[in-house]
């Protein structure tokens, strides 16, 4: 990079603008890759060396729990877990193994202020789970509590959510379910802990019950681990009438064994 860019790209990164509209003062950065710090192209959330690790969730998988098969089962196969103990929801895709690169982005959102990494995570998310969208009427996303909305400015879940909306043209309902109790944080919590921990945490508000009830509904989370959020949640939504529940994540725990480590 010659002296002139070096010198640019400071001068970007302290550069203070009103806007026109609203006289806010921002703070202009230059692009820089979510996955290892780098400046990347204009535009680009991440840089191609990173996008080349990204691990993409492909088949064989589970047509329930969407989870990888370690070889090919053939079409329509389901994973014993399934069987053993099948769901509340119909089914289940993720874009992402949670590792690596994936972790960084869900992080990314999760706690900085990189929006613009929800529009990639959404295109990701929609090309993985095109079945279940087509498939679904409207799209609700999974709340924070509120105390925790307000320490983290905003619910990831609920952006990813609103950009799958503005990509398939489903309607988004922000407010389909809310957080009826404090949960603690699922991290290092073992599967009967998480399940106990979320039960009967959510529900939909009686206002929002028509746009729920008789409907096919696509239920939006970042990351899936052993899916005790999403079931609780959908359980909510099946108590308010929803004809049918999807859950598509950003990212899933590739094995059951790892759970306990994620968020
Ligand atoms: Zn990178």
């Not at 989870?67 to 079409?75: I, K, N």
């Not at 949670?98 to 929800?118: E, H």
């Amino acid at each position: 990079m010659g002296l002139r860019a070096k010198l640019h790209l400071g001068h970007m990164t302290k550069l203070l603008f009103c806007s026109s509209a609203g006289h806010l003062l921002q703070l202009v950065y230059p692009p820089v890759c979510a996955g290892c710090g780098r400046i990347a192209a204009a535009s680009a959330a991440l840089c191609a060396e990173c996008w080349g690790t990204v691990r993409f969730v492909e088949r064989p998988f589970c047509d329930i729990s969407g989870a990888p098969f370690d070889h090919d089962r053939g079409e329509g196969m389901l994973s014993p877990e399934a069987i053993a103990n099948p769901p509340p929801y119909a089914k289940a895709r993720a874009a992402v193994l949670y590792d690596g690169v994936a972790r960084k982005l869900a992080q990314g959102l999760k706690y900085s202020d990189r929006a613009d990494l929800a529009k990639m995570m959404a295109k990701w998310m929609v090309r993985a789970g095109r079945e279940i969208v087509d498939d679904s009427d409207v799209i609700v996303s999974v709340p924070l509590h509120r105390h925790r909305l307000l320490s983290r400015r905003y619910n990831q879940s609920a952006e990813l959510a609103r950009a799958i909306s503005k990509l398939t043209g489903k309607p988004f309902e922000a407010g389909g379910l809310r957080r009826i109790r404090a949960t603690r944080q699922q991290v290092g919590l073992g599967l009967r802990a998480r399940q106990d921990n979320v039960r009967g945490a959510f529900a939909v508000p009686p206002s929002q019950m028509p746009r729920i009830s008789g409907y096919k509904v696509l239920l939006v989370d970042d990351v899936l681990t052993t899916g005790s959020t999403v079931a609780a949640a959908t359980r909510a939504l099946n108590r308010a009438g929803a004809e049918q529940v999807c859950i598509l994540t950003f990212a899933r725990v590739a094995s059951p064994g790892a759970e306990t480590l994620y968020a």
